[in-house]
Every structure is written in C-alpha cells, then in structure tokens.
C-alpha cells in the first residue's frame, strides 16, 4: 500500500513557475511509475506527464510539452513536476498517481493540489 502526498500548489500569474511535490510512503517506491493528472473545473481528469520506474522514459501531453518537467528522487520518495510559463488553461487540481512497476491501472492516488494561474 501506497501513500501520495501532493504538495506546492498556489495562485500564480501567468508566465510564472510552479513545483509541485508529490511525496510516497513505504521503502519501495523506486518501483512505482509516478504520473500527475489534473482536473479543471467541469471536466474530465487528463494525464499531465509520467515518469517509468526503470529510470528511462518520461512521456507529456502535447499541452504541457515543453513547459513542464516531471522527475523524481527516489532517496525523498519523492516525484516533482516542474511547470514553468504556465497559462491560464493549466489551472486545476493536481494530482500525482502511482502504478508498480508501470503495470495496470493507477492504483495510488494523492488527495489533490490546486494549482490557479491568473491571466
């Protein structure tokens, strides 16, 4: 079992840069692909970026691409998504996930962290 805390969601103007912190319990998390999804008010949850357990592989939607970076410090248990130039349209709620070893569905989710970008 898998715990997911995000952290570092604010308001920010657009143009600004934001990291957010999505923090796992329990000794193996070396061994989980990490993801972060948002969700905008009155739609539905999208993928954001993934990260592959094995070190290699990082995967972005075209929306984020080139703005956004997804890494992780497996020494902190830790995944960050760095979004840099951010826009009005990346406000939601922001949520890590996580799925051992890549396989299946996302079976750990963090509780959310709401990230407004002002215009």
């Known amino acids: 079992q898998v715990q997911l805390v995000e952290s570092g969601g604010g308001l920010v103007q657009a143009g600004d840069s934001l990291r957010l912190s999505c923090t796992a319990s329990?000794?193996?998390?070396?061994?989980?692909?990490m993801g972060w999804f948002r969700q905008a008010p009155g739609k539905e949850r999208e993928f954001v970026a993934r990260l592959n357990w094995s070190g290699g592989g990082t995967y972005y939607a075209d929306s984020v691409k080139g703005r956004f970076t997804i890494s992780r410090d497996n020494a902190k248990n830790t995944a960050y998504l760095q979004m840099n130039s951010l826009k009005p349209e990346d406000t939601a709620v922001y949520y890590c996930a996580a799925k051992q070893y890549g396989l299946g569905s996302w079976d750990y989710w963090g509780q959310g962290t709401q990230v407004t970008v002002s215009s």
């Open positions: 329990g000794r193996t998390f070396g061994t989980y692909t």
